[in-house]
């Protein structure tokens, strides 16, 4: 249950990581109130403080393929990007080919696709174009669904010029503030992302739903572990009081027989704890096939080392206080009385 517990963190972690520093690296993200022609671009370029500026196109559509279909968004990315990154499984770059489109595999499987099928897509965006490409690759992606395309490729399915719908930016850390507020105070400029201010609140959000749940589910996984443990260790206490009676008429020391009992005790936890972690590793991934798998979001299966470690602390930590408590017992362990039980 621990390891559970904390997996979801772990994952989370895992996710913003891929999300936020390797596929999108770029501080700033600007959306125009309209398509606008690419002049507004060399004007972005040429502020203070901006240092790297790739445009981007974005075209809602609708994703036809036999009688299933998905309305979204189609992104067009210049070629040699390199601030919002098309990735893979490998955490590869994808480049986006001259023709065709590159979809998330949950998209793909929502539309019904796979590599090499033909796509209908119906622009639902000035003319309203309807044409078919195909699906030249799919790439897994954490948050959400997505779909892209060669800019050059989405300019011609629009039959349009270079017409923009925005741009990434990255921008020197101490304009930053400066630049929201001019981009906020722009009519043309509808919309202003901040990569510190989404990662923030994805944080929140995580901590505000899960946090206080993970942290229950700590709390009694320790009182289980605990309850667990010691309930067995006082069974063998009560199941070998005669044995080790015996030993102590026979000479035998308390330490001696404590070292015994709990010598024993102490190899079956050994052997227990990668026993459970296995287990806990096995709860995760069923956690993720049941639950981790949607069109918001996809859980990857990866628990961290420390999440392992504290399992562990744990486990060893309830079992050393059961063996304090088992062997006060045995410190007071009435010789005769138990010599005279029946057995």
């Known amino acids: 249950m621990m390891i559970v517990g904390m997996f979801f963190l772990d994952a989370m972690e895992v996710a913003m990581e891929v999300q936020f520093n390797v596929a999108e690296r770029q501080d700033l ?4 109130a309209e398509p606008t022609s690419a002049g507004a671009i060399y004007e972005l370029a040429g502020l203070e403080g901006v240092m790297h500026l790739e445009p981007l196109r974005t075209v809602p559509a609708r994703l036809v393929h036999g009688h299933r279909s998905r309305q979204t968004a189609i992104t067009g990315l210049a070629s040699g990007f390199r601030l919002h990154r098309v990735i893979d499984s490998d955490l590869e770059t994808v480049e986006l080919p001259p023709e065709g489109i590159v979809l998330s595999t949950k998209l793909a499987e929502i539309v019904g696709v796979t590599t090499g099928d033909m796509l209908t897509i119906e622009v639902l965006e000035g003319a309203r174009p309807v044409r078919e490409v195909v699906v030249s690759e799919l790439v897994d992606e954490f948050l959400g669904t997505a779909a892209y395309m060669d800019l050059d490729a989405l300019h011609r399915i629009m039959r349009e010029g270079r017409v923009l719908s925005g741009a990434f930016l990255q921008v020197d850390g101490l304009e930053i503030d400066g630049l929201y507020s001019r981009f906020k105070a722009t009519p043309t400029i509808v919309g202003v992302a901040l990569k510190d201010a989404a990662i923030r609140s994805f944080r929140d959000t995580v901590q505000a739903n899960m946090g206080i749940i993970i942290f229950f589910n700590q709390i009694f996984s320790s009182i289980i572990a605990f309850g667990v443990i010691y309930n067995a260790a006082r069974i063998s206490l009560s199941e070998r009081s005669w044995e080790l009676a015996s030993l102590r008429v026979i000479g035998f020391t308390k330490g001696e027989i404590s070292y015994i009992l709990l010598g024993e005790f102490g190899m079956l936890t050994a052997v227990a704890i990668p026993l459970g972690i296995g287990i806990g590793y096995g709860l995760a991934a069923l956690t993720v096939y049941s639950v981790g ?13 420390a999440t392992y470690g504290m399992a562990i ?9 059961s063996s304090l408590v088992v062997a006060n017992r045995l410190g007071r362990l009435n010789v005769a009385s138990v010599l005279k039980t029946r057995e």
């Not at 993200?29 to 125009?32: G, S």
């Not at 798998?293 to 080392?305: F, G, K, M, N, S």
């Not at 602390?313 to 206080?321: F, I, Q, Y």
């Open 29 to 32: 993200t600007v959306t125009f």
């Open 313 to 321: 602390l744990g486990v060893v930590t309830a079992a050393l206080v």
């Open 293 to 305: 798998d949607t069109e918001l979001y996809r859980i990857p299966l990866y628990v961290a080392p």
